[in-house]
């Protein structure tokens, strides 16, 4: 049974940081580039960073170059999101996405990150 669970998220004053996981069961995790996205109450839903099955490469939204880190463990089968310097405008559900050459897809249940003061 495929499973990505995502945690972390939470209430943090702007400025602040967080760091989110999702933990993947179920899948060859190694041969998938992870994703995570993330949607805002009335908005569409927004690529934030990608890594690629290796860890080699990655890619992020304009609005979180510099602030945003996307890492990978593939002996833990876990993606990760530093977020730092957050801001309002972050507010939204993240969600970790496991792709296989646009073949095959899974998403998780999302994790909500409020940035507020």
């Known amino acids: 049974q495929v499973q990505l669970v995502e945690s972390g998220g939470g209430l943090v004053q702007p400025g602040g940081s967080l760091r989110l996981s999702c933990a993947a069961s179920?899948?060859?995790?190694?041969?998938?580039?992870m994703s995570w996205y993330r949607q805002a109450p009335g908005k569409e839903r927004e690529l934030v960073a990608l890594?690629?099955?290796?860890?080699?490469?990655?890619n992020y939204a304009d609005s979180v170059k510099g602030r945003f880190t996307i890492s990978r463990d593939n002996a833990k089968k876990t993606v990760y999101l530093q977020m730092n310097s957050l801001k309002p405008e972050d507010t939204a559900v993240y969600c970790c996405?496991?792709?296989?050459?646009?073949?095959?897809?899974?998403w998780g249940q999302g994790t909500q990150v409020t940035v507020s003061s």
């Open positions: 996405n496991a792709n296989y050459f646009g073949r095959r897809s899974h």
């Open positions: 179920g899948f060859t995790f190694s041969m998938y580039s």
């Open positions: 890594i690629t099955s290796t860890g080699d490469g990655t």
